[in-house]
């Protein structure tokens, strides 16, 4: 599903991403980890090319983005992404909110494109949050509303950039619970996040990166509970 070959990223002399290889299979849930600045962002943005590579090559569900004539919109469609920050527009309703792309994009008649939102804002657990604006909502709930926009587009993969970074602490549950269910459910997720908890519970693969570098790749018991590399298991010592 998603193929990183030798990628390199540059921002103008800073070399941000150093000789990613990375294969991620359908299905397959990854948590990357790592510290503050370390190149986690930048490696999710390129997988649905919010930025674009400088060299080496990158397939994302079948389409190799290091290709100068990739349709870009054509592409996004099947990649979900959920910020720190939802992003909601504040002056429309959480439905409209979800209908938008969908209608936009996919071209969906206002009552297709409303009946799959009710369904997703089901499936998050606020389907009577419809007609709200997103300041009438909580954090947690703005977030799995954020979530459920992403699932309208019937996405292939799903890319979180530290979802629960942004939440109350009572919050952070509710939107982690979204996501192991999306997991279960058998959805491709890249997951940036701090939530070693959730890491070690429902991840497949855990990345952890330091300036702009893989350094260890593993399944998460064998991450968590044996760490080979030393920059790792300082990292992992900081945060018990
Ligand atoms: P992380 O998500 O791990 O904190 P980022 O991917 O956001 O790391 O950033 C990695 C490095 O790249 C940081 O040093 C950051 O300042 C730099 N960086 C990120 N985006 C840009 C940009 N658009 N222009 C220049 N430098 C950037
Ligand atoms: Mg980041």
Known sequence: MIEFRGVQKHFGHFHVLKDIHLHIEEGEVVVIIGP???????????INRLETITEGELVVSGIPLHQKK???NLFRRDIGMVFQHFNLYPHKKVIDNITLAPMKVRKQPKEQAAATAMKY???VGIADKADSYPSQLSGGQQQRVAIARGLAMEPKIMLFDEPTSALDPEMIGEVLDVMRSLAHN???MVVVTHEMGFAREVADRVIFMDEGRIVEEANATEFFDNPREERAQQFLSRLI
């Open 36 to 46: 503050s600045g370390s190149g986690k962002s930048t490696l999710l943005r390129c």
């Open 70 to 72: 990739v349709d870009i």
């Open 121 to 123: 804002l089901t499936r």
């Open 186 to 188: 058998g959805m491709t």
